[in-house]
């Protein structure tokens, strides 16, 4: 289950990724290096696949074989995902047909490319395809993003003219994440930070959380957007049960229309579910 350190330092350890329908718009300046033959941490992009996914992987290992080797790491990878994927059915209804592209960085390479193009330090992004930075070992962090961007991809491919607003995309994957962890409910400390938020009058309004995405926000802003969103989606689960969530995904891919999947669902749409959940919050 995830801990979390004091609400002092929840802002300097919420792993925030920016993983939404809006970051499909940055897709000409976000192109992925291993389609194009990028060099990496030792010069080249290993490729794998499984069942459901093509892996490009460039993480600084210097050995192919053995138990810390590259190919072990990448099938790890792909377990996970894998994994991951089985879970989208149980818990989303989601179930891509086709192959999901997936490359994983070396951190440092990540960091030099990317960290630079958003208002906060990223993980790990999707804009049709799923990039994730990692060390050399399947952490449970990297397990997280894993898990979280997939969510995205998942929505994308089951419905790719469906534009999420980012509380209900991010706020789904942030859910989906957690549970991939066996974590039902908001911690102590996200329970804090939102109440305390709450309670200084500065908590986001709906309107903010309706952007496809949050890439611009700054670092604070931005944590404070992904647990919003994530404390909306779990309030859902846990005031109507993890199958009301599944439905109501189910329902917007269907349909395309979030309100509408909300009215069926659960007899209230967007802004009454935001007066929920802050009411809740007191």
Partial sequence: MMRWKPVTDLRKTFRIRWASAGALLLATWLLPAASQGGRGADGDFEKRTSSHFILYQDVDIDQSGGLRGSRRFEQQ???????????????????????????????????????????????????????????????????????????????????????????????????????????????????????????????????????????????????????????????LARRHGDRSVKELCERVVESGDLERSLQRTYRFGAFELESRFVADLG
Avoid: C
């Fill in 77 to 235: 990878v792909l377990d996970e995902l894998e994994r991951a994927y089985d879970r989208l059915d149980v818990f989303l209804g989601l179930r891509p047909v086709r192959k999901l592209d997936v490359v994983v960085y070396d951190a440092g390479v990540f960091d030099a490319t990317y960290a630079s193009r958003f208002g906060f330090r990223p993980a790990g992004f999707y804009n049709g395809v799923i990039h994730v930075r990692a060390g050399t070992v399947l952490s449970t962090d990297l397990a997280r993003v894993l898990n979280h961007e997939l969510v995205h991809a998942a929505f994308r491919a089951s419905a790719p003219s469906l534009l999420l607003p980012a509380w209900f995309n991010e706020g789904v994957a942030e859910w989906f994440e957690a549970r991939s962890l066996s974590k039902r409910r908001l911690s102590g400390g996200e329970l804090n930070y939102l109440s305390r938020a709450r309670q200084q009058g500065a908590l986001l309004p709906l309107q903010s959380l309706s952007h496809p995405s949050f890439g611009r926000m700054d670092q604070n802003s931005a944590t404070l957007a992904y647990l919003q969103s994530y404390g909306m989606i779990e309030y």
